[in-house]
């Protein structure tokens, strides 16, 4: 029997996403490590307590490029073989990207390719559409850009503000990334 795939989940909040994650792992996936580019991340206290391995650095004062090259070393030396973005809110370099190709993928807010970057929900609500939703995608140098490998839809109720929109597809999120994560990683 071959070991589970190692993944690595990224966070910058409360990793919720994360949460959902680590709860569906065992059968599918091994978590060894979440790393988080803010140190008084939510999600990393929950983390800990789960006895899950951490790191945590702010790239503030110290560039972009020392940050992802001790994330980079932080992950290697857990074991790391995939990345799971979960609400990580800082862009990864084109370098960092490459290093990881075909093996980092991100929930994203939107039925991607609409709506790629911020402020999903409202820019949804904004053009009148019937449905939003979120989608599970590769992570690629272009932003919100890789292949799409899930997706859920959520209806655009009346009198829905972003608020509301966002409530009901993070409950769509928590679904649907471990699912799908399992089936890439079986692929």
């Known amino acids: 029997m071959s070991a589970l795939p190692k993944v690595a989940i990224l966070v910058s909040g409360r990793g919720s996403n994360m949460q959902s994650l680590v709860r569906a792992a065992g059968d599918g996936y091994e978590v060894v490590v979440v790393a988080s580019d803010r140190p008084e991340a939510?999600?990393?206290?929950w983390a800990r307590e789960q006895g899950i391995p951490t790191f945590a650095l702010s790239p503030k004062g110290i560039g972009k490029a020392a940050y992802e090259a001790a994330l980079d070393a932080a992950l290697r030396a857990a074991g790391?073989?995939?990345i799971a973005l979960a609400g990580y809110m800082r862009l990864l370099s084109d370098r960092f990207v490459a290093d990881w190709r075909g093996r980092i993928v991100n929930i994203h807010?939107?039925?991607?390719p609409k709506y790629k970057g911020l402020d999903t929900h409202a820019r949804a609500i904004e053009a009148g559409d019937a449905e939003a939703g979120c989608s599970v995608h590769v992570v690629t140098e272009e932003l919100d850009g890789?292949?799409?490998?899930?997706?859920?839809n959520v209806p655009i109720l009346p009198g829905d503000d972003a608020e509301t929109l966002?409530?009901?597809?993070l409950e769509a999120e928590h679904q649907l990334y471990p699912r799908v994560l399992k089936e890439w990683l079986a692929r």
């Open 80 to 82: 790391a073989e995939y």
């Open 42 to 45: 939510a999600g990393l206290a």
């Open 166 to 169: 966002a409530s009901r597809v």
């Open 109 to 112: 807010p939107s039925l991607l």
């Open 146 to 152: 890789g292949a799409v490998l899930g997706q859920a």
